[in-house]
């Protein structure tokens, strides 16, 4: 059975930091993974997918990286602001296919302080 | 990019009446619905998978009768909480698998019930 767990659960930095998030899965035969950030009351908006054949994903100032083998991706996060307070959550599929359900991380919840 | 409209985003209801709430894939058809719920800095426990023009998957554990998801139609599937008490209140979210595979998972904007 996969499990995902990410580290840490909680973290608060000043603006401006750069930090990484991290999520580990024990099932390394994953076949993507999603990173979600998720506002408080709020539904989960998608932030990168890396294909398993991929090793990273940026958009702007995220920058999502996958590695296989080890069964860990980290999202990284440059030059931090306070919009970025929020919960991330990074997800797998049980298999292949698109209505696959998704195995959840633990989540780690971010604030980011002016 | 894919959109899932959700609604309502929140509601109050009565203890032992029902609620419906409805998720709607815009641009693109979604053939499988999630149903998820989620408590209070938690994270989300999956409830039903609905499949259109079949009957739903539920998991372990959730009560098929208290939770009736429809799938009617490849874009539209309704989650109705029958006979609601104050333990069903929740936050519940729907998700659908985008448009082609590889484009991940898309979510609604989430419904939080409150039964008074």
Redesign the interface.
Known sequence: KQEVTQIPAALSVPEGENLVLNCSFTDSAIYNLQWFRQDPGKGLTSLLLIQSSQREQTSGRLNASLDKSSGRSTLYIAASQPGDSATYLCAVPSRAGTASKLTFGTGTRLQVTL | GAVVS?HPSWVICKSGTSVKIECRSLDFQA??M?WYRQFPKQ??M?MA?S?EGSKATYEQGVEKDKFLINHASLTLSTLTVTSAHPEDSS?Y?C?A??P???????????T?LTVV
């Open positions: 959700q053939t499988t999630f994270s989300l999956l998978t499949n936050f979210i998700s698998p985008g082609f595979r590889g484009y991940g998972y898309t979510f609604g904007s989430g939080r």
